[in-house]
């Protein structure tokens, strides 16, 4: 079971899993985000993945705010320097997001006896986020254990699967490269424009196109055209 | 911030906390559940207890399947005999239900900054179900302080409240009962009829009126009547 954003990483994560010999099921979670052209790059890329089953799972945390990818809080743009630094939690921060993600994994991954599931967090390049750490995964991990008749029962031990925890985006880009991934399937930006094309400015883009940069590859996505400020207007 | 089913256990625990000082902030998941009278029973204990914002979420478990609480799975029933026993864990449970509605109350609560979740989640009665185990609820402790930013951030720390987790039905009754609970507002029934009424045959009815019998009170819910078997047909 492998949660599918339609992002760069949770892409790369999938196809690893694949790698090592485990049938796809994936889960995408539609909590609202503003960037809703990722849910339909989650369902291009398992496709492309030939996943046995996709679940597209709606649950609103737009009801409940506190984020600039769910509420009108706007997200944060620099022309100049990638925003996010180590220590300072962005407000691109969804509250408790990874909790709820796992938690409803975890019980589609109940009902259908899996118990390998895969999340591509990653607490390098977003190590501002609290639920991005090896600390959350293992604490998850222990009360999938107790928190599942699966578990209890002895079916199976819950595991919780994060191959790119101490990956750079550099690193990451590369391993998928590697392995054939298209990455024209993946949708990165919090704020693209109405034809679905990135910024190129938001802290996600941002972490993208510097980690495609450092391993000396090119982003294969469209990025909207920067407007030039100050142009003089036409009479 | 206390999760409210709509059942007898939530209302009392959601009492306790206001009397021990609490403002309220109800939150309901509405996954889809079989018995959905249960959300409108919540509506009006919500109210009943004066709370300062009562939220519903939606998040349908139906689509992961495996419980008779949320798919085409039978409503266990006897007319003998209460039908959980300790050890075995019954068809009535939903996949990591408590782990996705306390992620969800804790999102709800991070972004209120508020520290005090409330559960009422009960040991004795339902020994089989393993998210209602005190194991469990200390695991969901420490992850949510793992968790969110506002933890991390050290604004508070969470704690996990559940003043019902060692007492019996009845006497969870008799303390509600005592602060002057109404508890015709409540709803236990997994599989009511069309008018609302319970079956009283379910586990959820057979525990429910096994506590008011045990705790000498009388049950103030409308039961439907039992339809006699083998009556002779009218011509």
Redesign the interface.
């Known amino acids: 079971m492998v949660l599918l954003s339609g992002g760069l990483d949770s892409y790369t994560t999938a196809a690893i899993a694949g790698q090592l010999g485990f049938s796809l099921y994936a889960m995408t979670v539609d909590y609202g985000q503003r960037h809703r052209r990722e849910i339909e790059a989650a369902k291009g890329i398992a496709t492309s993945l030939g996943v046995c089953q996709h679940?597209i799972?709606?649950?609103?945390?737009r009801?409940?705010?506190?984020s600039a990818l769910t509420s009108e809080i706007a997200v944060p743009k620099s022309s100049d320097e990638v925003i996010i630094t180590a220590g300072r939690?962005p407000v691109t921060?969804?509250?408790?997001?990874?909790?709820?993600l796992l938690?409803?994994a975890?019980?589609?991954a109940?009902?259908l006896e899996i118990f390998d599931i895969f999340i591509g967090v990653n607490a390098v390049d977003y190590s501002g986020y609290?639920?991005c750490?090896g600390?959350?995964i293992t604490?998850?991990e222990?009360?999938?254990n107790?928190?599942?008749?699966?578990?209890?029962?002895k079916k199976g031990k819950f595991r919780i699967h994060t191959p790119l925890l101490h990956l750079s985006k550099a690193q990451i880009i590369r391993e998928g490269v590697k392995i054939g991934l298209d990455y024209s399937l993946t949708h990165s930006c919090y704020d693209p424009d109405e034809r679905g094309r990135a910024c190129g400015r938001c802290d996600s883009c941002r972490l993208r196109l510097q980690g495609f940069a450092q391993a000396n590859l090119k982003d294969p996505l469209k990025y909207m055209p920067h407007r030039e400020i100050n142009r003089k207007p036409k009479i």
């Open positions: 679940k799972v709606e649950l609103d945390l009801r409940l705010g506190g939690i921060y969804v509250p408790a997001r990874n909790t709820i938690a409803v975890l019980a589609w109940e009902v609290p639920d750490r600390e959350f604490a998850f222990k009360l999938a107790l928190a599942t008749k699966a578990a209890v029962e």
